[in-house]
């Protein structure tokens, strides 16, 4: 909903609990008013009614005020927009008009033929904001920077940042400090999102997982990017963000061209992080995430099973285990296509290896619809082995400087997919693979970062970096469109393209390629603080575990670590012994009862994985699930109750596995026996009201 002053230059944007107010000065400068509880129209124009603080010329009026602080006049703060032309840099804007559309409101403004507009949207309590930007004049506009939005807090002492940081296999894990003078910068500079930072962060002062004021910032952008976090003098904090890393140029806007950037996504809650975070869910799976409210199947994904050696009968006889422990979708992971039997070759053949599937890929796909299941694959299509039919053909595909090394990492270059050839030729392979056998699934992966950005002959080569994003984008959405019944999963290296922008094209996310069930624990509290559990996916993995660390863990507590989001199994069941995929059938049974209060649910985390118990519970309707893991006791010392959330305290609440009656106060106040024992203990508790 959107309030407008009578004056036309207050507006208030309000969802069912939070308000956003902002307004334009006579000298059109746009400030921000309100971000917090909802608050009336008169609310907002008292406060558009208080003065700046008075001049002085060592400081300005206008910064950490501003909603979209530009390059040039009186401003110190870092520029959101940065723009130049042959003649002269920065921006002096004129405002031209406001409109709204449905729940969108627009506000234009006009430097010379350069017209900037700021969009702000309500998403129930989120807050969506991009810029536009339409280069309707006669001259060359260079972008160096073009942020989606600015957001600023309330004056308060003592804020904290928190942010969700990493590296391949230890992503999105949680880390909180107090914020200081200056700026705290996070983001990538490698071309996709990175496993180094979810783009998120959360500020508050003295909140905690169940109470207090949390305000929170995501970026929907899946190349490079940048959240900066600046604490200003007199207790001003600002929160910048956008697509690219640098301030070096991020488009060349010819005469005609426009640019939108991702959106910035932001909400402020009073309910702590756990508040937060379901506000963030609740907004992906109506807003983002498509076809959310679809639960997604228990997949079997045979890498960790066979890695590169794979067959056609192999896999065919893991696909019969997996039928057998309940299995809904079978998907054969990398080394099916060209010459890839190792990670050498192969990458840009996107045709069945003749060897391992000499009639294709549609044989497996029969045999595995036959079992009752899905079928999906592996690609990795942005990216090409210098040792490959697609390279030797155009080794100009590639992105590279002319003259300089061609970097490999895993011994593979990035494909530029600013190109149109590029683009045409990969929509041509994908569509023809998605149409020549019956494919449900595909698992897009993206294994190295940008080394050697360049593009020989293009007049403005540092466009690669926001072109070849808007590339993916567009080549997923068309092959989305051709193939409505494929569903696609985002990976990088495990969690290296995690953003709001490409979930608004993918069914589900792979969260890291650490499967080890205790770290998962860390990285899972860490990804949900953003990300809703419907779009986690979290297999079970043999023990001990063989890529990481050795550990050794029971199937029990491998599936209840797993079961906490999208459920898979990625063992080798070929090794499995009956008791123990009989084992996996009963928790594959179990997790599919509770699937749509998983998937779909709020989720409470009742308590953080630090040692020893940890918990997460999951409410629905009237159905609540407990996924309680015990990672060491010690002493001897009994295990806490886990107090509940989220359920009537009038209440009764029958356990499934047991028929044991619970009153919802008990429940609330002291809390549930798990039952939990020893090391690396786990269990799931699923309870109906009655
Ligand atoms: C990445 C993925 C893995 C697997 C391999 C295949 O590392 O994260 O799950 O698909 O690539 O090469």
Aim: include cysteine; proline fraction near 6%; hydrophobic fraction near 40%.
């Amino acid at each position: 909903m959107v309030d407008i002053a009578e004056n036309g230059r207050t507006w208030l944007l309000s969802g069912p609990s939070s308000s956003y107010a902002l307004h334009l000065t006579d000298a059109d400068e746009l400030l921000h008013l309100h971000w917090g509880p909802r608050i009336a129209l008169a609310d907002a124009e008292a406060l558009a009614g208080s003065p700046l603080p008075g001049y002085w010329p060592f400081e300005s009026p206008l910064d950490g005020r501003e909603e979209y602080p530009v390059e040039g006049g009186p401003r110190f703060v870092r520029p959101a927009l940065s723009v130049r032309t042959d003649e002269r840099r920065g921006t002096e804007w004129r405002f031209t008009a406001y409109e709204t559309e449905g729940d969108e409101l627009r506000l234009r403004f006009a430097d010379d033929g350069l017209a900037i507009t700021l969009h702000y949207r309500m998403r129930g309590d989120v807050v969506e904001r991009w810029v536009s930007l339409d280069n309707g004049g006669p001259a060359r506009v260079e972008l160096l920077r073009a942020d989606a939005a600015t957001w600023t807090l309330p004056e308060r002492e003592g804020w904290r940042l928190s942010q969700l940081h990493g590296r391949w296999a230890a992503e999105s894990r949680l880390t909180t400090a107090p914020l200081t003078y200056g700026e705290k910068v996070i983001g990538s500079r490698r071309g996709h999102t990175g496993h180094q930072h979810l783009p998120w962060v959360a500020l508050d002062t003295d909140a905690t997982e169940e109470r207090g004021e949390v305000y929170g910032c995501a970026l929907g952008w899946s190349g490079s990017w940048r959240i900066a976090v600046a604490q200003l003098p007199d207790a001003r904090v600002q929160v910048t963000g956008g697509a690219g890393h640098d301030d070096s140029g991020l488009l060349l806007l010819e005469p005609g061209a426009s640019y939108t950037s991702p959106v910035f996504a932001g909400l402020w809650s009073d309910g702590g992080f756990g508040g937060a975070s379901r506000t963030w869910h609740a907004y992906q799976r109506a807003h983002v995430v498509p076809d959310a409210d679809r639960d997604r199947p228990v997949l079997f994904n045979s890498w960790e099973a066979t890695f590169f050696d794979i067959s056609e009968e192999q896999q065919a006889a893991l696909a019969r285990r997996a039928a057998g422990i309940g299995v809904e979708l079978f998907v054969v992971d990398d080394g099916w296509f060209g010459a890839r039997t190792s990670d050498r070759a192969g990458l840009g053949d996107w045709t069945p290896n003749p060897d391992r599937f000499p009639h294709g890929l549609k044989p497996l796909a029969d045999q595995v619809h036959g079992l009752g299941m899905q079928f999906g694959i592996w690609v990795e299509p942005e990216m090409v082995n210098p040792d490959s039919d697609l390279y030797r053909a155009h080794p100009d595909w590639v992105q590279y400087q002319p003259g300089r090394t061609r970097t490999e990492l895993r011994n593979q270059l990035v494909l530029n997919l600013a190109r149109e050839d590029v683009q045409e030729y990969l929509w041509e392979r994908l569509d023809t693979l998605l149409s020549g056998a019956p494919i449900d699934y595909v698992k897009w992966d993206f294994n190295r970062c940008f080394t050697d950005a360049g593009w020989p002959g293009e007049p403005y080569p540092q466009r690669l970096w926001v072109d070849h994003v808007r590339a993916l984008y567009a080549l997923l959405d068309r092959l989305r469109a051709a193939h409505p019944g494929v569903a696609f999963e985002s990976c990088s290296g495990g969690g290296g393209r995690i953003d709001l922008g490409v979930l608004s094209r993918t069914d589900q996310v792979w969260t890291s390629d650490n499967t080890d069930p205790l770290d998962r624990l860390a990285i899972q509290h860490g990804f949900t603080q953003i990300h809703p559990a419907r779009v986690m996916a979290a297999w079970v993995t043999d023990s001990p575990n063989t890529q990481l660390n050795g550990r050794a863990s029971s199937l029990r507590f491998r599936f209840v670590s797993a079961m906490a989001g999208v459920l898979g199994v990625g063992g080798d069941l070929t090794e499995w012994t009956e008791e123990e995929l009989a084992e996996a059938r009963r928790w594959v049974e179990l997790y599919k009862e509770i699937r749509p209060v998983v998937q779909q649910g709020d989720l409470y985390r009742l308590r953080p994985p630090s040692g020893g118990l940890s918990a997460v519970q999951y409410v629905r309707g009237d159905e609540t699930v407990v996924l309680a893991c015990l990672q060491a006791q010690s002493h001897g010392e009994p295990v806490p109750a886990v107090r509940l959330r989220g359920l009537d305290p009038t209440a009764s609440y029958e356990c499934r596995e047991t028929g044991e009656v619970h009153r919802g106060a008990v429940l609330l106040h002291h809390g549930l026996r798990t039952g939990l024992r020893g090391d690396l203990d786990a269990t799931v508790i699923h309870l109906r009201r009655i």
